[in-house]
């Protein structure tokens, strides 16, 4: 079993920053890739960005490429979202995620990992 713990979130004005860290432990070596995904109340749970283990590979949802980046410690066994440019529309609970799948191909899609965290609520003033 894994265990994700995010932390980082909080309440920032737009324009502001914060970085969100994914803690990973348990059966770590069964990670293959993960993600960061956000919900918003009464909204669908959305992707946000996406980096394999290896650190090679990254993708980005439209809405946010530009402002966040995605990056991980394979030593700290960690991934990072950090987060430029904020918007209200970003107000959301922050979500990470993981999957053993080494070839994931709907990497945008919730239901492709199999294990998540809590979540952490980042808020976003106008």
């Known amino acids: 079993q894994v265990q994700l713990v995010e932390s980082g979130g909080g309440m920032v004005q737009a324009g502001g920053s914060l970085s969100l860290s994914c803690a990973a432990s348990?059966?770590?070596?069964?990670?293959?890739?993960m993600g960061w995904f956000r919900q918003a109340p009464g909204k669908e749970r959305e992707f946000v960005a996406f980096i394999s283990w290896s650190g090679l590979s990254t993708y980005y949802a439209d809405s946010v490429k530009g402002r966040f980046t995605i990056s991980r410690d394979s030593a700290k066994k960690t991934v990072y979202l950090q987060m430029n440019s904020l918007k209200p529309k970003d107000t959301a609970v922050y979500y990470c995620?993981?999957?053993?799948?080494?070839?994931?191909?709907?990497?945008?899609?919730?239901?492709?990992?199999?294990?998540w965290g809590q979540g952490t609520q980042v808020t976003v003033s106008s």
């Open positions: 348990g059966r770590t070596f069964s990670i293959n890739n």
């Open positions: 995620a993981a999957t053993a799948d080494p070839y994931p191909v709907n990497r945008r899609v919730p239901g492709q990992y199999e294990y």
